[in-house]
Nanobody
Framework: QVQLVESGGGPVEAGGSLRLSCTAS???????MAWFRQVPGKGREGVAM???????YYADSVKGRFTISQDKVKNIMYLQMNDLKPEDTAMYYC?????????????????????WGQGTQVTVSS
């Protein structure tokens, strides 16, 4: 497992932007990393993920608005969120798969990820 720490959440108006950061305690040991989000009473929803080779995938709800990227030198993963909408309001979690479980059918399956951050709240007002 790897320790993950998120930052960058906060309140923002609809149409605005935020950039979330996720700092990993160990460099480059994950086969993939991802961002999930969760609202009270619902399960964690996969938002964006990136395999170590650079391939990225996005949930349909955020395509064209969110971008996942990684700075391997600094061990930081980012989620750039543009044109935010009230329905993007959630707790956002960074996750890492160090065991190679997040194959194509499980890329947005939370149980495929073994390391999680504590979350950072994003609140979008209309």
């Amino acid at each position: 497992q790897v320790q993950l720490v998120e930052s960058g959440g906060g309140p923002v108006e609809a149409g605005g932007s935020l950039r979330l950061s996720c700092t990993a305690s160990v460099p480059d040991i994950s086969s993939c990393m991802a961002w999930f989000r969760q609202v009270p009473g619902k399960g964690r929803e996969g938002v964006a993920m990136r395999y170590s080779g650079g391939t990225t995938y996005y949930a349909d709800s955020v395509k064209g608005r969110f971008t996942i990227s990684q700075d391997k030198v600094k061990n930081i993963m980012y989620l750039q969120m543009n044109d935010l909408k009230p329905e993007d309001t959630a707790m956002y979690y960074c996750a890492a798969d160090t065991q190679g479980r997040a194959s194509s059918k499980r890329r947005f399956d939370p149980t495929a990820y073994d390391s999680w951050g504590q979350g950072t709240q994003v609140t979008v007002s209309s």
